[in-house]
């Protein structure tokens, strides 16, 4: 891993939409020596995949909660996940120590949505239970560093 796969891991995450010459542009090389460059990068796992992000905002998805997850058994993170990924209300999830075994942010256009979509996730074979914390107002919200 050089410079330029660092500039060209920058400039996928910015916008995953890039075009080889814009990649191209950004680090210096020609479009089909970016695509080279971003192919190895992918066959290397070092990019795991492309994906869209969505505005949950745009969305008018106001209501927010942060939901603590109690597993039955002793599920992997990996079959966790899996389950999680199906419900796109999930905006963010972490294993977690303490009690709970996942701490999960939600976002749905009400609370009804977010009842609904808290009971998807009560479906999955490997939740026992949930915990739910609604968010009345943000106090700081700092945007985080890429």
């Given at each position: ?18 075009t080889y010459a ?77 009690p709970a075994d ?45």
């Amino acid at each position: 891993m050089d410079s330029i796969d660092e500039g060209i891991i920058r400039c996928v995450t910015v916008n995953a939409r890039s075009t080889y010459a814009e990649i191209g542009e950004a680090v210096g090389l020609s479009p089909s020596a970016a695509k080279r460059r971003l192919d190895r990068l992918v066959a290397d796992g070092v990019i795991a995949g492309f994906t869209a992000l969505v505005n949950t905002e745009a969305l008018g998805w106001t209501a927010e909660a942060y939901v603590e997850v109690y597993c039955t058994g002793n599920p992997t993170p990996a079959v966790l996940r899996r389950d999680l990924e199906g419900i796109p209300e999930v905006i963010e999830a972490c294993t977690v120590s303490g009690p709970a075994d996942a701490l999960l942010y939600m976002r749905a256009a009400d609370i009804p949505h977010l009842e609904r979509a808290i009971q998807r996730l009560r479906e999955s074979r490997v939740i026992d239970r949930t915990e739910s914390v609604i968010v009345l107002s943000r106090l700081i919200n700092r945007p985080r560093s890429t």
